[in-house]
């Protein structure tokens, strides 16, 4: 009997306790909550915001990542326990303490990606570029199995261009994405200094984490784009992002004997050649978080004070815009950059000079990025030959017959040229991205 009396007087004491812990893990939750509502920056954001401004990284992957810290931590409700009663490490509490039992690992693995999950598109169109954009968006749609929203930042008199021709697609493929359209908009101090730099709006790109701050994460790419491949698969490359990491872009050269950034420029770059800025996912909660390093204060600053500081130290030195500035925020923050193999963004320096992107040379080139205007000019026949098919096709129209064959006969007629040469890299995950598509979609969409 003191056997059983004893057993049942510890368990109610180390009860008592536990429960103690709960009460003051709590207790500190609800401090810091009121703590930022007197000021702090989550509160000035929406409710939808607020939420996400915890999240590091995608879905339930940012919960888990304890490389944040104990304060993160904090700001988390406690709302389950640990079903054996162990206390937690220190850095673990709320939703996190669920994750680390049986029973969140369960939930874990069932909750972890939505199936649907939407991919968050953004693009910038200024001056006589919609026909360009449209065909940019309509490979997003043509060959992604997944949901996609578009964001359109466009001058006001593109606007009607764009809501009427993304209107008259087919019913059946417009169930497939869904768009918003946006006015171009900068800092109103510097709106001329910044619309002005390199190419009209092409700053506009940098102050997309301020514009759209319930945006949890986005792929940002130029108008002249054509995704060969769904967009959901450059999307996941998310998930490969580290703790730190908050954004990914490809190298501006693989090869450093043809590179600009090594041999011409006169500012900082990231690593040996620097990146290039035509195609960007970024994970914009990081971003408004990250307190970024420099060279120009031995403080720390966050992404909306950094831009002009650097744009008036360097505007006599940079040549490609907001492109360089991105290169100088990562040359002096390497840790936060993932890089992408080139066959994400495949532009024609990777064959004028010979076939210099060793990764579309294994696979096949997954985007392609006609910068230099080659879809509008004859220099590289290769580049606007997909162009135009991409942009001559009907949709409900069989992929096969009406643009795989016909791009490889337009193809065929290339090869006088360097970039001709690699056509076949065009198409090898064309091909693929074209047999994924279902036959009944075509039909459904054709009808």
Known sequence: MRCYLHAYLMCTVFTFF??????????????????????GRISDRSSHDAGHALRKRPGLLGLRDKEWGQNRCKSLSVSYWN??????????????????SPLGEKLSSATKEPKNDRSQLAVVACGARLEETLTMLKSAVLFSRKPVHFHIFAEDDLHDGFRNALEMWPVAVRTTFTFTIYP?????????EWKKLFKPCASQRLFLPQILKQVDSLLYVDTDIIFLRPVEDIWGLLSRFNASQLAAMAPEHEEPRIGWYNRFARHPYYGKTGVNSGVMLMNMTRIREKSFKSDMTAVTLQWGEILMPLLQKYKLNITWGDQDLLNIIFHHNPESLYVFPCQWNYRPDHCIYGSNCQQAEEEGVFVLHGNRGVYHNDKQPAF?????AIKQYSFGEDMESSLLQPLEAALQATTHSYCGLSSHLFTKRLRESVRLVQPEDMARIAS
Not at 84 to 96: E, F, I, K, L, T
């Open 18 to 39: 536990s429960l103690l812990y709960v009460y003051s893990q709590l207790a500190s939750t609800l401090e810091d909550r009121d703590e930022r509502s007197g000021g």
């Open 184 to 192: 171009i908009t900068f800092p109103e101090e510097n709106a001329i």
């Open 384 to 388: 606007r030959a997909v162009y135009e």
């Open 83 to 100: 079903p054996y009663w162990r206390p937690p490490a220190d850095d673990v509490c709320g939703v996190n303490f669920l994750l680390e």
